[in-house]
């Protein structure tokens, strides 16, 4: 799986990072290279750093959000059939 290493050491690390809650950390395998206030900033400094090698940039939650969508509901629209 893509990023595995890094969703990891994410979750290895989250009590450390809690700290810095909201914030965005850039991840590369098992090493916290930094946390930034924006996500741009963040992804900017891991292509800087890491060119086109797999690097994790992801928001800091003490309590993850579980989002869940699918395709196999029809919208309602207003329109009859």
Request: net charge positive; with cysteine.
């Amino acid at each position: 799986m893509a990023l595995e290493k890094e969703l990891e050491t994410y979750k290895n690390k989250l009590p450390e990072l809690k700290k810095d809650e909201g914030k965005f950390v850039l991840i590369k395998g098992a090493d916290i290279i930094d946390t930034f206030t924006s996500y741009e900033d963040a992804i900017k400094e891991g292509y800087k750093q890491f060119k086109l090698e797999p690097f994790l940039v992801k928001q800091i939650h003490s309590i993850e959000r579980v989002q869940f969508i699918t395709r196999f509901i029809t919208p309602k629209c207003g329109v009859s059939r």
